[in-house]
């Protein structure tokens, strides 16, 4: 008998972890088969992008990253000037200009990351994963796709030698670059045929070469090698390009040590100790489709991959589990129909796309043979290492226009620095309730909302006061439609409120009651929701207002989506727009 599931995920990277937590958070039914016999212990990625550190924000598990990782400040380029066998520094670089987050760019091994997102998923509850299960055959029933209760998809695996079967409605292929999942279901990678090998190690090394605490790109006649240093102040990974031609099988760890020697000539490179090396060829290609009938998708390395200079592997497979986790959440608890799983295709789609033409580029930015047939200088080459900042921070991601993404140039009269289809920046506010500075996303956490936005301006002013409680008596009529009776008002559609001038000036009274809805256990007011473009005690004044580019006279509304992404930016009296902009994808339930 076919074991039921609501929906299987198979594999437990970094992209199946993802994805389950948001399961987890929604309290969907469901079930990870990994082959493994236990979780990821060593090595693989661990560049972890900015945007992921916000993802980490978002769900509320940032501290153990930020506490167990090396922050990524600085970048020193070596060169070899004379081609005479020797490197020298040429210059310092900050690795990322200050406006692209408030978050840093960090190094964390792929097993601590994986560990601590499983730790929040047994937080929540349990974590219903079956090591040593391998899958072997997944077939999709069309007829039965088309019926949205139906377990459409049969899944077979082995653990042990016994032969295991699921029914599930929806299969997540999030079983790596070669994928059993895809192979199922008939899925071909596009792409490069020709894959780049190269050698990673992370070791101790005994060295008198200055920059071993930094990340350094070294550009030496006897190849490429980019330092990335591991938390703790003493293991370092070693990234090498090996020679066109180099077969995987034919690299050993003597051969990886030697090649790291000559690089870094006249530098002593001795290696104390290794603790883990690969030798992996990657190649830029990306699957010819991402699901099958929406009923099993393909999210990571399963459908895209990367070479790692651009450190896009890990992270853009966890921001495909971040953006299909929710929507399967939304869809199996019925607060969306299952059409909203179509949007995971298409944004996830061109974002692999995106960023695959994007590694080409910065691929060959890296080739010596490149650089020197077209004459691109090691400053040209640094000074475009720093500009693909925005993509290698995982911050120049751009969802189009679908239910969930309202695109309307005229959004730039309104907030000029907010673009729709991109994840909302950040700016300092202060909350009116306990005069705490933090940043505005703090307030739209991962839980499965969508956040209303209004930056309101000052209802010390009474037009700008009568305008704010007209929208949000709308508001709440809206709200209350898609919200199930008896669940917090605020549980769908949270309300957020940017206000500008004094914090000290504004009573309870003169805020709606919309914004400090009744909640919880206790049917206590929420007050958390209200926060003022203010100075505060001791942060300053974030400027929020001119962050975004609102006018405060003029205001603004923006949805913002339960994974952050601005999902539209209109008036602050545009009530029916939002109304019928909520009507496209959450069912009415009252
Ligand atoms: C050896 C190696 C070294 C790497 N080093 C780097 C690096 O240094 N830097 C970098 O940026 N990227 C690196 N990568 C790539 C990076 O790790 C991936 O891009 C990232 O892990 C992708 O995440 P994912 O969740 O899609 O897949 P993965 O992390 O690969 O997870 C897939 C999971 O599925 C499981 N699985 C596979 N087949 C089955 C099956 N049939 N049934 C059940 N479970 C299955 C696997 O055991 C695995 O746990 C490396 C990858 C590998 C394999």
Redesign the pocket.
Known sequence: MAEKVDVLI???????LCAALWLSLYGISYRV????PGP?EI?????VQTRTVEIFDAFNIAEPLLRDSYHVLEIAFWVSPNHDGTIRRSHFAADKETAISHQPHVILN?ARLNEIIIDEIRRVGEFPVEYG???KTVEVDAELAADPEAYAVRVTAEQGGVAKEYAAKYVLG?????S?VRKALGFKMLGDTSDSVWG?MDVYPLTDFPDIRKKAVIHADAGNLMIIPREGDSMVRFYLELPTGTKVKDVSLESLQAHARKVFSPYRMEIAETAWW?A?AIGQRRADFFTKSHRAFL????CHTHS?KA????NV?LQDGYNIGWKLGAVLTGQSPASLLETYVSERESTATELIEFDRYFTQLFSSKYRAANGITSEQFAEGFVKSGRYTAGQAVKYDQSAIISLNPESKTLAANVDIGMRLPTAQVVRWSDAKAVQLPKLLPSVGRWYVVIFAGDINDAAAAARLEKTAAGLKAVAEQHTPAGADPDSLIDPVLVLSGKRTSVSQEAIPEFFTPVTGKWKMKSLHKVVFDDESYNSGHGHAYEAYGVDPAVGALIIVRPDQYTAKVTTVADVEGVASFFQGFLNKVR
């Open positions: 198979c594999g437990s990277g970094s992209a199946g088969i990994e082959k493994r990821l090595g693989q990625a661990d560049g792929q299960t391998e899958v999030c079983d790596g670059a070669h059993t990673v690969s992996y999210t990571g390395d399963a790692p450190g896009q592997g890990m497979s």
